[in-house]
């Protein structure tokens, strides 16, 4: 008999009775989400993967409305997300993918880059954590050879050819061209707490001082208020589309020095002075060229990709014993 099927056939028999054969004829109860192929995914591991996740993405500090999103996409997910890699890691064992020289490498990258002398010091780091060095060094080698399947199964059969790099840069010109950029500087007038008398008095009090030929650096430094005033002035660079309309709609008319009129908005009056402008313009093609031959690339990769795991999938015995593991779709 097929030794696979023999294997199949006990983790199938363990699921109905609700128990895993463990050594010595002990049983180790233990819920099964799902089966792939020789290897079950347990409710344990189910959980502590998917906390993990979980606390990385709360880790973000994002807005509640996009982590509520971002949650419940985690949900829906994450256990499709375990039979791939799980799929994956399987297909590098039959490949005989070995990742040590790889991973001898990126432990070397990790330890230079953050000023470590030694494997010891790297141990301490990750355990000081919170985390098992070991189950470290495992998850990152098993993601390397679920990587290297990729590589090998998709990526290195992906072709470029030179007319579609060309064909791309003409026909999306826009991605290629830069925006219009402006320096600034800036007087600004808080307008609360303070009266439209009191207003008009200190925007006449900057003009007066710039046309008597003071700088707008040293203008800015004694009447505008905070932060241009500890900034003297000095706004920074925008690209056009950051700028609020009304701010930046009259810098469009200005040459390099000049200034604005007094533009209200909603926290107050802003005089602008135009720095320096540069002006929109389609990059070179030779200049694009590797942008260019990234994005098909990738596009290609996620289409073929795609495409290849679904095939995995459908040529593997993929059983979901519980589709809501933790009951979070309650």
Do not use: C, H
């Amino acid at each position: 008999m097929n030794m696979k099927k023999i294997i199949m056939g006990s983790i199938v028999a363990a699921l109905l009775v609700g128990t895993v054969p463990a050594a010595f004829g002990q049983e180790v109860v233990e819920g099964i989400v799902a089966i792939v192929n020789d290897d079950i995914i347990t409710l344990s591991e189910y959980r502590a993967q998917f906390e993990m996740a979980a606390s990385q993405l709360r880790a973000q500090q994002m807005p509640q409305e996009q982590y509520g999103q971002q949650y419940a996409l985690l949900k829906k997910e994450f256990l499709n997300s375990m039979i791939t890699e799980t799929l994956l890691l399987q297909k590098a064992k039959e490949l005989g993918l070995n990742v040590q020289e790889q991973m001898k490498g990126m432990i070397e990258k990790i330890k230079k880059d953050n000023n470590m002398a030694s494997d010891a010091d790297l141990r301490r780091a990750i355990e000081g954590q919170g985390m098992s060095y070991d189950n470290w060094l495992k998850q990152y080698e098993e993601g390397m050879m679920r990587q290297g399947v990729l590589y090998t199964e998709v990526e290195r059969a992906i072709v470029l050819e030179d007319s579609e790099v060309v064909q791309y840069y003409k026909k999306n010109p826009a991605e290629f061209t830069t925006s219009t950029e402006y320096k600034l500087n800036a007087v600004y007038i808080a307008s609360e707490s303070r009266s439209a008398e009191a207003i008009e008095a200190l925007k006449a009090a900057v003009d007066a001082k710039l046309k008597s030929g003071a700088s707008f650096a040293d203008t800015a430094a004694e009447l505008s208020d905070p932060p241009m005033k500890e900034a003297k002035g000095d706004l920074g660079t925008f690209k056009a589309g950051e700028l609020e309309a009304a701010l930046e709609s009259p810098l469009e008319r200005l040459k390099a020095g000049e200034k604005t009129g007094w533009i209200n908005n909603k926290s107050g009056w802003y005089l602008l002075q135009l720095v320096e402008k540069k002006d929109s313009f389609l990059r070179p093609f030779e200049d694009a060229r590797k942008e260019v031959e990234e994005k098909i690339f990738n596009e290609k990769r996620s289409v073929k990709g795609e495409a290849y795991l679904k095939t995995l999938r459908e040529r593997s015995f993929v059983k979901i014993v519980n589709p809501d593991p933790l009951g979070l779709s309650k």
